[in-house]
């Protein structure tokens, strides 16, 4: 019974996911965002924004040198509670990271509000950048989007998209690190100093 009850909030999250766009007040928004840093990148010797090797690690080392909302997320398949990134809304201009490897995944130009509730952009930053996988859990017909590099689970790819690619990239902003454009942060210092 208790297995049943867990599958079924489960599912519903995924069905969330999976359905329509939702709008919710930007209040509801703000409340749930969350300042806390991913990954503490000291205890993370493979984490690297500009290595490309690929990285293989036993379970139990990802469990040492992830946070464990990390872990839950990229190494047992976690789904985050809808609402509650901080990137769900942002309109920074950057990169997003891996936050399991620091492989850069998206710019923030493909990023768009699907209301969803999670982070989502139409296309990743490079072909080998993400990669894919069939998922039939949960009684759905789904594609996993994992790394390319380290192979931690992000979310899932939609084929209702925008163009040019069609495609929804919808990601967990658990596993996802920010970093700003410089030249963007440039600008802006600039025009805000007159
Ligand atoms: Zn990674």
């Avoid at 329509?20 to 990954?39: A, G, R």
């Avoid at 809808?82 to 769900?88: G, L, Y």
């Avoid at 891996?98 to 969803?116: H, I, M, Q, Y």
């Avoid at 894919?132 to 992000?154: F, Q, W």
Wanted: net charge positive; charged share 25%.
């Amino acid at each position: 019974m208790k297995w049943i009850s867990i599958t079924a909030i489960a599912t519903t999250f995924m069905m969330s996911c999976y359905s329509q766009p939702k709008q919710t007040s930007p209040l509801t928004v703000t409340v749930q965002q969350k300042e806390t840093m991913h990954t503490d990148k000291k205890d993370n010797p493979v984490y690297s924004n500009t290595d490309t090797s690929k990285v293989v690690l036993k379970e139990e080392e990802w469990k040492k040198i992830l946070s464990p909302e990390v872990y839950y997320i990229a190494r047992e398949k976690g789904t985050e509670r809808p609402w509650t990134s901080k990137f769900e809304n942002s309109k920074e201009v950057g990169t997003y990271y891996c936050a399991a490897c620091g492989n850069p995944l998206f710019k923030s130009d493909t990023k768009f509000e699907s209301g969803c509730g999670w982070p989502s952009f139409y296309e990743p930053i490079s072909k080998g950048s993400i990669i894919y996988a069939p998922d039939h859990s949960y009684g759905m017909d789904r594609t996993e989007v994992m790394c390319g590099r380290c192979k931690a689970h992000l979310g899932h790819v939609f084929e209702d998209g925008p163009p040019p690619t069609g495609l929804r990239y919808c990601i967990n902003g658990v596993v996802l690190d920010f970093q700003k454009a410089k030249e963007a942060e440039k600008k802006y210092e600039e025009k805000k100093n007159g």
